[in-house]
């Protein structure tokens, strides 16, 4: 079976319900090609507000959630809470959570394997900061922070990676289409060869890092792209571009 091409918006911490009414909007007004799924990251208040407003086919997801049911962890919110209202999906591991907030390969692997056992599906991601491009380092860390998790991951049906270069991520600086290529190759290789052929074969690898409408299409024309995720793009009406790259 093909993989099904995948968009990922990243809302960040932006927006509020005016806002994304807005987002809404050009969503609702697409047109939406209906191959794709089509899941956007809304802050973790605005979830239930966001999941009444969009179209269908269009899902929500958590940008973050912990590694444990529930407790006295001040602050977060567990898979089961977003299960509770509704939500499929959960974005983690995004670089952001790795560098501003300082998480480890162990933390998100364990955050991994508490969202996939809780049933919810999990955008994985991964990518090297620039000065490790820079020392030739972009394949073994990008596989370091794929093997923690892969330790934790019994079953990758409801995984979906996200390449994300750290240089290239909010910063106007793609990766060129045959760089990111080469690491989603590397990656599709690294699961054949350490997991099996199947999730190789099976598992969507999205790149991520300053997407936008003029150069997703070149980047879906890759082999082994099969979608994108997009932060800053994805609260402007060019997201529907993106969505519809690979027509
Ligand atoms: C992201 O936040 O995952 C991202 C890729 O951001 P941007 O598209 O703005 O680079």
Same mark, same amino acid.
């Given at each position: 079976?093909?993989?099904?091409?995948?968009?990922?918006g990243?809302?960040?911490?932006?927006g509020d319900k005016k806002s994304i009414d807005g987002i809404c909007d050009f969503l609702k007004k697409g047109p939406l +090609?209906?191959? /794709?799924? #089509? /899941?956007v990251?809304?802050?973790?208040?605005?979830?239930?507000y966001a999941?009444s407003k969009v179209p269908a086919?269009v899902?929500?997801?958590?940008?973050?959630?912990?590694?444990?049911?529930?407790?006295?962890?001040?602050?977060?919110?567990?898979?089961?809470?977003?299960?509770? @209202?509704? @939500?499929?999906? /959960?974005?983690?591991? $995004?670089?952001?959570?790795?560098?501003?907030?300082?998480?480890?390969?162990?933390? #998100?692997?364990?955050?991994?394997?508490?969202?996939?056992?809780?049933?919810?599906?999990?955008?994985?991601?991964?990518?090297?900061?620039?000065?490790?491009?820079?020392?030739?380092?972009?394949?073994?860390?990008?596989?370091? =922070?794929?093997?923690?998790?892969?330790?934790?991951?019994?079953?990758?049906? $409801?995984?979906?990676?996200?390449?994300?270069?750290?240089?290239?991520?909010?910063?106007?600086?793609?990766?060129?289409?045959?760089?990111? =290529?080469?690491? $989603?190759?590397?990656?599709?290789?690294?699961?054949?060869?350490?997991?099996?052929?199947? /999730?190789? +074969?099976?598992?969507?690898?999205?790149?991520?890092?300053?997407?936008?409408? +003029?150069?997703?299409? +070149?980047?879906?024309?890759?082999?082994?792209?099969?979608?994108?995720?997009?932060?800053?793009?994805s609260l402007k009406p060019d997201f529907v571009? @993106?969505v519809?790259?690979?027509?």
């Amino acid at each position: 079976m093909p993989r099904k091409f995948f968009v990922g918006g990243n809302w960040k911490m932006n927006g509020d319900k005016k806002s994304i009414d807005g987002i809404c909007d050009f969503l609702k007004k697409g047109p939406l +090609d209906k191959n /794709v799924e #089509i /899941v956007v990251g809304v802050p973790s208040v605005y979830l239930e507000y966001a999941k009444s407003k969009v179209p269908a086919g269009v899902l929500c997801a958590a940008q973050n959630c912990y590694k444990e049911p529930k407790g006295a962890f001040t602050g977060e919110i567990s898979p089961e809470m977003l299960k509770d @209202i509704g @939500i499929e999906w /959960v974005i983690l591991g $995004h670089s952001e959570r790795r560098n501003v907030f300082g998480e480890t390969d162990e933390l #998100i692997a364990e955050k991994c394997k508490h969202a996939l056992d809780t049933g919810l599906k999990v955008i994985l991601c991964c990518g090297e900061k620039l000065e490790e491009r820079e020392a030739g380092k972009t394949e073994e860390v990008v596989v370091r =922070q794929l093997t923690a998790c892969a330790k934790k991951i019994k079953d990758w049906t $409801h995984v979906v990676v996200a390449y994300e270069p750290v240089w290239a991520i909010g910063t106007g600086k793609t990766a060129t289409p045959a760089q990111a =290529q080469e690491v $989603h190759a590397q990656i599709r290789n690294w699961m054949k060869e350490k997991i099996n052929p199947g /999730v190789a +074969d099976n598992t969507r690898i999205l790149y991520g890092g300053s997407v936008t409408a +003029d150069n997703c299409r +070149d980047l879906a024309k890759q082999p082994d792209v099969d979608g994108s995720l997009v932060g800053g793009a994805s609260l402007k009406p060019d997201f529907v571009k @993106i969505v519809n790259a690979a027509k």
